[in-house]
Each structure stands twice: as C-alpha cells, then as structure tokens.
C-alpha cells in the first residue's frame, strides 16, 4: 500500500492522461488496409473527419476520436448489429516478470484500434496496467471509494452465490448490493482511449485470494470475479 501511495504522489491527478497520438495519411492507410492515395482523396471529402494542423498550417493527420470516425466511415469498422457476446480474455501467470502487463496492455490497444470497445480489469496490486491509462489510481485513501478488491471481499457475495445471473431480472440485481456499496459499473473509469475503459488496480487485491479462502470453499477467485465481470461487460465487445 505505500508503495502504491508513494507512486501516486508523483502524478497530478488532476491532470488526466492525454491521448497525443497523431495519424498520419499512410499509418491510417495501414491499419484500415488501403491505400495512402485512396485515404488522401476521400479526405477532400465534406464529410471526411477535420485534421490536425501544425503551426504552419500544415495537415499532420488526425487525431484518435477522427481515425475511429474514419474507420467507421469507411466500414472497416467491426461489425457489431448481431447478437454478439462479450468476449472475455484473461491474461494470468504466476510468475512475475513474464510479460502479463504488456500482453495486456498491447492486446487491449489493438482492439481498440480495430474498432472494439474494450475493458481492462487490472487484478495486480502493483497496478502497472492503471498507470498507463490514468493519472492516480486508487489507494484507499477514501475508505468509501470502493475498489475491486473491496467488491470481491463484500458480505453481499454471500449473496451473488445463491442464485445464478442468469435467473436474476433487474430489480433483484439491485437487491444484490448492501446499501453503502454501488453498483459494480461504478468502478469502471474512463482512459485516455476514447474506446478503452479500465477497472483499476486495488491495494486490497493484495488480500482478496486468503480472504475468499476464509469464506468457504465456495468462493474460488476466478467465480467471484465472473460474477461481478457480468454485471459490467454489456458495453463492451
């Protein structure tokens, strides 16, 4: 926990994380599998996405937001209309330093830059994955802003393992939480990646796995954190 406190002290949370990215004509053209020359013409195009302009006045590329507009506009974007279910992906290993973060990270931005909206749900405690994407996460300084692990933890889990989502309509959802508590959504925030949200890292992850263990044989990690990942993947692709 001071480890996590230290690191956030160095960052201004008031300043989130910006995306500076720039896409050129030909990085464009690359992702979206065309050609510089079609991109440059269709860009004369009234209903194209506004570039950015350097100081000279000088078209540079566009920004994230417009490329994603671009991709839509020119359908190479995914195509979600059907009835498609949330695609769930868990990168886990036991051992540190084997790339878990990066994978995560890296496999999180290449959707997102196919066009999927995407959630990242950082379940290590040294909350590297949370700092690539925002500015201070969370470190219980505020005993009522509720982390993951805080949720996993919670009496109403007792709860959640007496009847299955599926069986649950929108009302007893509700029912599900103790009072002081919100709903799950809650602990997703928004990244500087108009298309990728994340619940961040919680120092109190650090105790989830002993304290599941206490609850009973019932609580396995993996079934306690499914259950709260179904109340907030609908969005998400």
Known sequence: LSSVKSQAELRQPDQPREMKRIFTVQKVADLLGVTGSYITRRSKEDDFPEPVYDDSGRRIGWD??????????????????QSVKT?????????GGSAKTSTTITLAQGMALRGYNVLIVDLDPQ?????QFTSSPKTNDNPMDYGLGD???????????????????????????????????????????????????????????????????NYLFWEVLKQIIDYVKDPYD
């Open 64 to 81: 994230y937001p417009a490329f994603l507009e671009i991709r839509k506009l020119l359908k190479r974007a995914p195509d979600m209309s």
């Open 87 to 95: 695609a769930v992906c868990a990168v886990a290993n036991f051992k």
């Open 127 to 131: 909350a590297s994955a949370s700092y």
């Open 151 to 217: 949720y996993m933890l919670a009496d109403y889990a007792d709860d959640i393992f007496k009847s299955t989502i599926d069986k649950r309509d929108e009302d007893e959802q509700e029912d599900m939480f103790v009072p002081d508590m919100p709903n799950p959504v809650t602990l997703t925030r928004s990244t500087q990646w108009c298309n990728i949200d994340i619940i961040e890292s919680d120092p109190m992850l650090h105790l989830v796995e002993i304290g599941l263990a206490r609850k009973g044989d």
